[in-house]
């Protein structure tokens, strides 16, 4: 069982050389990715088996999704689709007992939608228990999750032009919870399937045409 942050597992020694740490972080990537392949496998397993709901799963994506955790930061924001679960391993978001947790529809331990969503459903709080908005800037944001093939492109292009928003209005730009002076991308992934979607080409469109700061991974 791994119950810890799977980013967390393999951590560097305290005063390690250079040398070590780039070993250690190889490592750590490495394992990662075969921990989500297997992941995968399981999954589709169980599915298979009908001991769990429908699922999709994450494997063949791994190592991309490995090198967009490396990028992402603090104050970012991902619309994504149901095959990132490596990168929510990697950013330290998940756990192999949440991602099975959600696939078994498990109302009390899925910690994104209490076992109402598909599998690989992420969402992060934006709020804290007494209804505050949390400090975006300082966390990994991730948009709730919608199952429509393409729907996360246009949510995509909102997050990037919010960002544009910010960049450019002096009064937006200090003294907020949301944004660091417009500095924060939107990482956007999609299926090459639902590339064909007009949705699609109109959000590459958009953000073109906008200039907004918005990655997307196919």
């Given at each position: 069982?791994?119950?810890?942050p799977i980013s967390d ?178 990482f956007c ?30």
């Amino acid at each position: 069982m791994i119950e810890a942050p799977i980013s967390d597992i393999i951590g560097t020694k305290k005063g390690a050389s250079v040398e070590e740490r780039y070993k250690t972080e190889v490592l750590r990537d490495f394992w990662i990715c075969c921990v989500s392949r297997e992941a995968s496998i399981l999954g589709r397993k169980e599915v298979l088996g009908g001991k769990a709901k429908f699922g999709i799963m994450g494997d063949g994506k791994e190592v991309p999704q490995v090198a967009m955790a490396r990028a992402f930061k603090n104050g970012d924001w991902r619309s994504g689709y149901y095959r990132d679960q490596t990168l929510m391993f990697a950013l330290g978001l998940s756990t192999v007992e949440d991602f099975f947790a959600q696939l078994y529809a498990d109302t009390e331990n899925d910690p994104w939608s209490g076992g109402r969503q598909m599998n690989s459903h992420f969402a992060s709080p934006l709020i804290d228990e007494n209804g505050e908005w949390l400090d975006h800037r300082s966390q990994h944001n991730i948009s709730s999750d919608i199952s429509s093939t393409g729907g996360q492109m246009a949510r995509a292009v909102g997050l990037g032009l919010a960002s544009k928003r910010y960049r450019q209005s002096p009064k937006l730009a200090h003294s907020t919870r949301f944004s660091e002076n417009g500095n924060e991308l939107c990482f956007c992934t999609i299926g090459d399937a639902s590339t064909s979607e007009g949705v699609f080409w109109e959000a590459i469109n958009a953000t073109g045409v906008q200039k907004l700061p918005l990655l997307v991974s196919i």
